[in-house]
């Protein structure tokens, strides 16, 4: 247990790396062979690359942009964007097989490539060609890092009544408002903005692509967050912003569409990183109660602390297949994929910070400090529970789906 107090990035590293992961709890399980493949290449790459630096990411509110380009040399920079822009060209579940993995290396990383992963496909999936050419490969390759703008001060759940604005003069839109919680905020370089083009509600909302270094866009001050600490964020502020009308995803009045389409996958995605938090911190729980002894014998050896650990692996494989089910029925575009991930989002999301938290309980005194990496999963995760929708959002959309027949 005291490794963790002497080297945590040191044992965080081994304890990732390591390949005896009991069976019942094994996420290769029911995989390909490629599928397989990629998901140990993310999971080296955790624990090589992002484990070892979590904590002081953490603490310093380190953007790790070095390390995110290596992971895009890998293909996780647009990994479900088509290769003829240079994506990846990969399914919904295996986007979520390799969200998941990497998680395990730095839960806040992995959910801001999960955004940037989002914006990118929303560009491939709506754009016109030109539009595709000239943002997705400089994106793929996060060369560029992409920001998500939907969140207003004044809407948040009820996005469809957002207010900035966006006036038609001539070959250009005349943007004014701002957007709160921008993950990426202000260290980005290209913002997907939902704005306000025509009439109230969702029908008068519209997609416009900016850049960093448009006349009108600005930033707010970098908040200070409880989790999510190797991501800044930020309010994106436009103020007479000019933005020409060719930087308009699909056409006038789509936008709420593309947002909804893309939050689909995003919860899908952000699910997966849960999925990842809780992963390492069933590991971390099982290292800590084999090694710490108290009244003469390992913790392990209590069987009230082997019943919870057992729900926690019960619960994490529960919400891991209800992640994967629901990411499969959104590639093959079945009816029922929003409501399936919804309920993917909203149990798993749930369920992992329950299992973090409860491997931060059974690592006792020991898991409120910051040497040890339990406490930084919990901070991490539990955002997740409120952003892409939530979780209270969620019971809406499945209660909706219940009732509306």
């Not at 090589?48 to 953007?63: C, R, T, V």
């Not at 647009?78 to 390799?98: E, M």
Request: aromatic share 8%.
């Amino acid at each position: 247990a005291m490794a963790w107090r002497a080297a945590p990035r040191a044992a965080a590293r081994l304890l990732l790396g390591r390949r005896g992961i009991a069976s019942c709890i094994d996420p290769s399980t029911g995989l390909t062979e490629d599928q397989k493949e990629f998901q140990k290449v993310a999971f080296d790459f955790a624990a090589k690359e992002m484990a070892p630096y979590m904590a002081e990411w953490d603490e310093k509110e380190i953007f790790p942009v070095e390390t995110m380009r290596k992971a895009a040399q890998l293909g996780f920079g647009g990994i479900y964007v088509k290769p003829d822009v240079g994506g990846s060209g990969l399914s919904r579940l295996d986007t979520s097989i390799i969200f998941e993995a990497l998680s395990t290396g730095c839960t806040s990383t992995t959910a801001y490539m999960s955004i940037h992963n989002m914006c990118v496909w929303m560009i491939d999936t709506f754009g016109n060609e030109e539009q595709r050419r000239r943002f997705c490969p400089s994106l793929c390759s996060m060369e560029k890092f992409a920001s998500y703008c939907l969140t207003e001060p004044g809407s948040g759940s009820d996005a469809a009544s957002l207010l900035t604005s966006a006036q038609r003069k001539g070959d250009t839109y005349i943007l004014n408002g701002s957007k709160a919680f921008i993950s990426g905020g202000g260290d980005t370089d290209v913002y997907v903005v939902m704005c306000r083009t025509g009439g109230p509600g969702p029908k008068g909302i519209s997609c416009l692509v900016l850049e960093k270094g448009m006349p009108g866009l600005s930033f707010g001050k970098k908040e200070k967050k409880v989790g999510w600490n190797s991501q800044p964020t930020r309010a994106v502020i436009f103020e007479d912003c000019v933005v020409p009308v060719g930087n308009r995803l699909g056409a006038e009045g789509q936008g709420f569409s593309i947002a909804m389409q893309g939050l689909n996958g995003g919860r899908i995605n952000i699910a997966s990183c849960s999925l990842g938090a809780a992963h390492a911190s069933v590991l971390l729980a099982q290292e800590h109660l084999s090694v710490r002894k108290q009244f003469g014998e390992p913790l392990a050896n209590n069987q009230y602390l082997q019943f919870r650990l057992a729900e926690m692996a019960t619960r994490l494989l529960a919400a891991r297949l209800m992640v994967r089910n629901a990411a499969r029925a959104l590639q093959d575009g079945r009816e029922d994929a929003a409501v399936l991930c919804s309920m993917a989002k909203l149990f798993a999301t749930d369920e992992c910070f329950g299992i973090c938290n409860q491997a931060l309980q059974m690592h006792g005194g020991y898991g409120y400090l910051k040497d040890y990496a339990v406490q930084q999963f919990v901070r991490d995760i539990r955002v997740h529970q409120i952003l892409e929708g939530t979780n209270e959002v969620m019971r809406m959309i499945v209660a909706r789906n219940l009732l509306q027949g």
